[in-house]
């Protein structure tokens, strides 16, 4: 079984939809959540990160972690075709490495 | 854009070969990481350099070899190539130091290794 699970998708939206990605952990010692954007042939690029459970918001992105359910999600309002890539939650334990450990990645297209 | 350059962008080698990837971190930022990407997969860990010493490594054998150098560039190196070393590898850089902000991780647009 993988540390970090997360629903590859793929992920098809219309433009304006609400999106809901999540991923779902086995590992107590995660304290940092991620969530990184890849579109095609780039690098990921961090979009949200958290220590807490509890929300934390962002423009129209929302991160919510559950520690006690081992659980985070990210939810994008008002999508835009812009939006369409690949999701990646990433996690972290204390220390100081702070190596990440990543879920496999969702594919999202939001529609025009 | 992150301030991290990789190079080269695409690379060609035959099983049994040797690859040096470079990486260029953000300027102040003294922590560098390197993951590697299959295709359709997450970034999986390959170790860490803090001041240019190896500060961590994941689960890879050590014919997977890194450095640092004192001007915020990196090397991986990886001998013996195999067939399932085809992958993105990806560098990311970040202040270090142990908390938050500075431990948060930033990455190049990486480098397309095909092994044939």
């Known amino acids: 079984q993988k540390e970090v699970e997360q629903d590859p998708g793929p992920l098809s939206v219309p433009e304006g939809a609400i999106v809901s990605l999540n991923c779902t952990y086995s590992?107590?010692?995660?304290?940092?959540f991620m969530w990184y954007r890849q579109y095609s042939r780039k690098g990921p690029e961090l979009l949200m990160y958290t220590y807490s459970s509890g929300n934390k918001e962002d423009g129209r992105f929302t991160a919510q972690v559950d520690k006690s359910s081992k659980y985070i999600s990210l939810f994008i309002r008002d999508s835009q075709p812009s939006d369409s890539a690949t999701y990646l939650c990433?996690?972290?334990?204390?220390?100081?490495?702070?190596?990440?450990?990543f879920g496999s990645g969702t594919q999202l297209t939001v529609l025009p | 854009e992150t301030g991290v350059t990789q190079s080269p962008t695409h690379l060609i080698k035959t099983r049994g070969q040797q690859v040096t990837l470079r990486c260029s971190s953000q300027s102040g930022h003294n922590t560098v990481s390197w993951y590697q990407q299959a295709l359709g997969q997450g970034p999986q860990f390959i170790f860490q350099y803090y001041r240019e010493e190896e500060n961590g490594r994941g689960n890879f054998p050590p014919r997977f070899s890194g450095l640092q150098f004192p001007n915020y560039s990196s090397e991986l190196n990886v001998n013996a190539l195999e067939l399932d070393d085809s992958a993105l590898y990806l560098c990311?850089?970040?202040?270090?130091?142990?908390?938050?902000?500075?431990?948060?991780?930033?990455f190049g647009p990486g480098t397309r290794l095909t092994v044939l």
């Open positions: 990311a850089s970040s202040l270090g130091g142990g908390g938050l902000r500075t431990d948060t991780q930033y």
């Open positions: 990433a996690m972290s334990s204390s220390g100081s490495a702070r190596q990440l450990t």
């Open positions: 590992n107590s010692a995660f304290q940092y």
